[in-house]
């Protein structure tokens, strides 16, 4: 899966779970670590553990891929899903 498709899947799922104000960022250009951000946000702390759930279960059944590094889960306030090709963040609006 390129990044590309990586990117527009995430932004698929994240819709699937309701996410509010996606953002998907091309930093190819500007950034060495990562090549694209898809920011979204959930209404609550709830919310946004169902996006990041959803976002990681559909990946790791349907493409096998596991993020290498996810913070934030506990509070929930904001989540951090890197992917490498990928960073998530999520946010809840405060």
Known sequence: ???E?????IAALAADKKAADIVEL???GVLGYT???LVCSGNTARQTKGIHYGIHQSLKDDHGLLPRRVEGV??????LM???DVVVPIFTPE
Not at 5 to 9: F, K, P
Not at 74 to 79: C, G, N
Request: net charge negative.
């Open 1 to 3: 899966m390129t990044p």
């Open 74 to 79: 506990r509070e929930a306030t904001w989540i």
């Open 5 to 9: 498709q990586l990117a527009e899947t």
């Open 82 to 84: 890197d992917y490498l």
């Open 26 to 28: 091309d930093v190819r």
């Open 35 to 37: 090549d694209f951000f």
